[in-house]
């Protein structure tokens, strides 16, 4: 058994883990190395890397890394974080990352919204062009409101769950 960075884990079990969830994450529609790297944040037990860690765990080189984390960060689901004393950064995978994930989608949504209100006065309401893309807003816009208060739900679930500051890790 290889150990994994002083966990007691098998590293080759945790390599299988991250490549499969990576590769669930590749289907769903993110793209290979950013998932990689999100999954190997993920299972590691402090939720955070460096460059150099991650890039030993995933033999990838430090271009790949980098790539990834700025594809991940402006996604929000993972930050930043300066090592203390070092010029070396620390990416990091938070408890609530799904959470923060789907909440900035919201902008996304509201987007495709005002896109779509275009549509629908540009192309004439009563047109079968504007009454397909009426039913498409008066999905986003349903779709909205289903995941703002699914995302309170979820709150209140998580703080009874796991308490006010959520999973330690």
Avoid: C
Avoid at 108 to 120: C, D, Q, T
Avoid at 123 to 139: H, Y
């Amino acid at each position: 058994m290889t150990e994994s960075a002083g966990t007691g884990r098998d590293a080759e079990v945790v390599s299988r883990f991250v490549e499969s969830f990576a590769a669930q994450l590749v289907e769903a529609g993110m793209t290979r190395m950013p998932a990689r790297v999100f999954a190997a944040l993920l299972s590691s037990d402090a939720g955070s890397m460096t460059s150099a860690e991650l890039g030993e765990q995933l033999r990838i080189s430090p271009a790949a890394v980098s790539g990834a984390v700025r594809y991940l960060a402006q996604t929000h689901m993972v930050s930043r974080e300066r090592e203390p004393g070092s010029r070396r950064e620390r990416y990091r995978v938070h408890g609530d990352q799904w959470y923060e994930a789907l909440t900035n989608r919201d902008a996304v949504l509201k987007r495709w919204e005002a896109a779509l209100r275009e549509g629908v006065t540009s192309l004439g309401a009563d047109t079968p062009a504007g009454r397909r893309l009426s039913e498409t807003l008066a999905f986003f816009e349903f779709l909205e409101g289903e995941l703002l208060a699914m995302m309170e739900r979820w709150r209140v679930h998580r703080e009874k769950t796991f308490g006010p500051e959520g999973p330690q890790g």
